[in-house]
């Protein structure tokens, strides 16, 4: 690591020779297979940007010129590069952010870890230099998978407008996102790929004709100025330059010499370009070459020698919900599932090998999913459609005017609800239930362990008229937890000792056992307790508001937003239904999250069960009091 640890900032590199940057990326690779399979993280994506990001900030002057990441999970060989190479507590608390973080370094320009919205950005930054007569210059990278966003497109066409606006995009093509990019983009893109592109022809043939006395020169500036025929023949790079984008490439994306002179020529075109760079996802690391599902898009920690994870965990949620996909696929020759661009995180990858044809991934297009969706159930089917929790954010306006306006009968299954913890703010799923409680006639299931998850999924794919949706968390299931009695449609998963209880708990999803755990401290204050878990928290069951009236507080704890979520819900129908019982809701702040584990973020917010009995405890104590005075008031006439 001789070189690496002697680059403190990206100017060290101008000093370095063609043969250093070439022994740097390989001091590169190696630091990073040995560093991310000690904490987890994104390995094959930052191995195969190792050149590229060296040439990147060879040839522009970061942070004065502006390096923006699409997504940002590949932006590890550019903390390496910006004085950033303590990997030892990688999104760990106290540690590098797994993601481009602004309170890390100025070079961190945007920390958006969704995809498919650098383009947006670039887009703005570009504009506000021009208005401002700055010279900066804004270079934005997006993967060839990103590029099957919507959002890109919409800023591709902006982009395109101004002809004399600089701005340099760089497409970081390895076929993939998670998985292989699919599409119409993602056939063009091979079509380049595989094509002896124009701008190699030309180079090429420069050398010869720089060699032909007289005609030579000229008639190499003739075909470089040749009109978009001869181009489109030699590589069909047409849809990009019908936008009005200026193209150079494919360039080995592995190459520094080569990627160095597109970009320096991208850098002085002075407007927009669009530079296709070649890259091989896990370059470099035989385990990620050879995994085929995703190149070791994600890791957890994993042997270094061999790639194989240091120890496994039990059973899943996503794994759970996958393997009940299959049966009901059997089953029902009416359910389709939808994915965007995730096969495999979010557990369909049995189904696509079951049922080929009866699956679609949309790309990371999130929004069209919906519609798709909406449109599957018009025609008939039954689509699920599984995202990431937060992912669902982008698809509001689509669940509420396509789905459930139209009355389709689509299941959403979000996974990675609730408190995500390493992979920081955008990727907690702390949102959903409280987006989702405006929409009409949605319906959001909210299962306990694995057995609640098969069971509401099946009952959430029997509603042909609404949207429903099922969400569970990240990780192994606990297990399982099983009621002692029911109420309405909900379980009771304790009952009080109590004639008259002090406090009814109101359980959502994962965190019954924390729930029950909570009952279980307030015993032994002498304060007696129902647990209750809903099961479906949206609508509110009719039969909570007579069991809250039977208790003298009610508490409700979930793992979303305390703004607008459950215990919002519960304290409105309670309202509704005229029962006065003190309410206190506990769940997360409406504040982002910094990355840690999700026990270290938990615990942080006081989302733990002693931090809640404690405060429940205090509550009790309070109308106690509040009681014993009334009972000593003297009488008023």
């Given at each position: ?8 900032g990206p ?40 050149e ?11 942070p ?21 190479q ?117 180079a ?24 978009k ?47 296709h ?96 969706a ?20 982008r ?59 098969r ?10 008229d ?32 109590a004639a ?44 909570l ?14 793992d ?29 702040p ?7 584990s ?7 917010i ?32």
């Amino acid at each position: 690591m001789d070189l690496l640890t002697r680059i403190k900032g990206p100017r060290d590199l101008d000093r370095l020779s063609l043969g250093e940057l070439d022994q740097l990326a390989e001091e590169i690779r190696t630091f990073l297979v040995d560093a991310v399979s000690k904490t987890g993280g994104h390995l094959g994506p930052n191995l195969g940007v190792v050149e590229l990001t060296i040439a990147l900030h060879r040839v522009f002057e970061s942070p004065k010129d502006k390096v923006l990441w699409d997504t940002g999970h590949q932006a590890y060989v550019h903390k390496l590069l910006t004085g950033r190479q303590d990997f030892s507590r990688l999104k760990s608390k106290g540690g590098l952010s797994g993601y481009p973080s602004r309170a890390e370094s100025d070079h961190d320009i945007i920390e958006n870890s969704h995809a498919s919205g650098v383009l947006g950005w670039a887009d703005g930054m570009a504009k506000a230099n021009e208005v401002l007569k700055k010279d900066d210059h804004v270079v934005a990278v997006i993967g060839d998978g990103a590029l099957t966003g919507g959002m890109a497109w919409e800023a591709l066409n902006n982009i395109a407008a101004a002809k004399d606006r600089p701005l340099v995009i760089v497409v970081n093509d390895n076929e993939r996102s998670y998985a292989p990019t699919i599409g119409g983009l993602a056939n063009h893109l091979a079509t380049l790929r595989t094509t002896d592109g124009y701008e190699r022809f030309l180079a090429r043939g420069k050398d010869f004709l720089e060699r032909t006395p007289v005609v030579g020169r000229p008639l190499y500036d003739t075909l470089h100025g040749a009109k978009k025929g001869l181009k489109d023949f030699i590589a069909p790079q047409g849809m990009f330059e019908d936008l009005g984008l200026k193209y150079v490439g494919p360039i080995d994306g592995h190459d520094i010499e080569a990627l160095e002179s597109a970009l320096q020529r991208a850098k002085r075109f002075g407007g927009p370009v669009i530079v296709h760079c070649l890259t091989e996802k896990g370059r470099g690391y035989t385990p990620a070459l050879e995994d085929e599902a995703d190149r070791f898009h994600a890791v957890g920690k994993i042997h270094p020698d061999t790639g194989l994870p240091i120890s496994t965990s039990g059973l899943d949620w996503t794994s759970v919900f996958g393997e009940e996909m299959v049966k009901l696929g059997h089953e029902r020759e009416d359910i389709v599932a939808i994915t965007a661009a995730m096969l495999q995180p979010v557990g369909l990858g049995k189904f696509e090998e079951a049922f080929p044809d009866r699956i679609y991934d949309v790309g990371i297009a999130e929004q069209h999913g919906a519609v798709s969706a909406a449109g599957l159930a018009t025609g008939g089917l039954h689509p699920v459609f599984a995202v990431y929790a937060t992912f669902l954010n982008r698809a509001f306006d689509q669940v509420l005017m396509d789905v459930a306006l139209h009355k389709c009968g689509v299941t959403f299954v979000l996974d990675r609800a609730g408190i995500t913890g390493t992979d920081g703010a955008s990727h907690n799923g702390m949102w959903d239930m409280s987006i989702l409680q405006c929409v009409p006639t949605l319906r959001i299931a909210a299962p306990r362990d694995a057995d609640q998850v098969r069971a509401q999924l099946r009952e959430a794919v029997a509603v042909d008229d609404a949207p429903t949706v099922v969400r569970f968390s990240k990780g192994a299931v606990g297990p399982a937890v099983q009621a002692v009695g029911k109420a309405g449609g909900m379980d009771i998963l304790r009952k009080p000792k109590a004639a008259r209880p002090d406090v009814l708990i109101v359980s959502v999803g994962a965190l019954a056992p924390m729930c029950l755990e909570i009952a279980d401290l307030l015993d032994a204050q002498g304060i007696s307790s129902t647990v209750v878990d809903p099961r479906w928290v949206k609508p509110v069951d009719e039969a909570l508001a007579p069991l809250a009236e039977r208790h003298r507080v009610v508490v409700t704890v979930e793992d979303n937003s305390r703004a607008g979520g459950v215990g919002s819900a519960v304290a409105q129908a309670l309202r509704d239904a005229g029962v006065d019982v003190p309410l206190r809701d506990f769940g997360i702040p409406p504040v982002f999250l910094d990355h840690a584990s999700r026990g270290e973020v938990m615990a942080d917010i006081g989302l733990t069960a002693p931090d809640i009995a404690r405060q429940v405890t205090g509550l009790v104590a309070k109308l106690d009091g509040r009681f014993e005075s009334r009972a000593v008031e003297p009488a008023r006439d």
